[in-house]
Nanobody, 125 residues
Framework: QVQLVESGGGLVQAGGSLRLACTAS????????MGWFRQAPGKEREFVAC????????NRLRSMADRITISKDNREEVMYLELNDLKPEDTAVYYC??????????????????WGLGTQVTVSS
């Protein structure tokens, strides 16, 4: 089974930045399409960004598109989510997800087969 591990979360003041990372084991990194989702207390999990197996194409939540960057390094076998100009409403557990199927870019949680345990991002005002 594929195991995903997130890192890079923490406490940051509004306007600050964080760089989250995700590593995988169990399958070649280049065989996985990947994404980031987040879940705040009392709310449903929502899509943040996704990236193709090659890392050449991406999609982002439109309301955050100008503040985030998703990237995938198949040589170093790590995926990143750069969060900029953070706001208190960005506070959530951020989850790394992956799948090995034929999907290209997908925002649908049902398309992802593997999930990490999450990393906490807390933005103070």
């Amino acid at each position: 089974q594929v195991q995903l591990v997130e890192s890079g979360g923490g406490l940051v003041q509004a306007g600050g930045s964080l760089r989250l990372a995700c590593t995988a084991s169990g399958r070649p990194f280049s065989s996985l399409f990947m994404g980031w989702f987040r879940q705040a207390p009392g709310k449903e999990r929502e899509f943040v960004a996704c990236i193709t197996k090659s890392g050449l194409s991406t999609n982002r939540l439109r309301s955050m598109a100008d503040r985030i960057t998703i990237s995938k390094d198949n040589r170093e076998e790590v995926m990143y989510l750069e969060l900029n100009d953070l706001k208190p409403e960005d506070t959530a557990v951020y989850y790394c997800a992956a799948g090995g199927g034929t999907q290209f870019l997908t925002e649908d949680m049902a398309d992802y087969d593997y999930w990490g345990l999450g990393t906490q991002v807390t933005v103070s005002s």
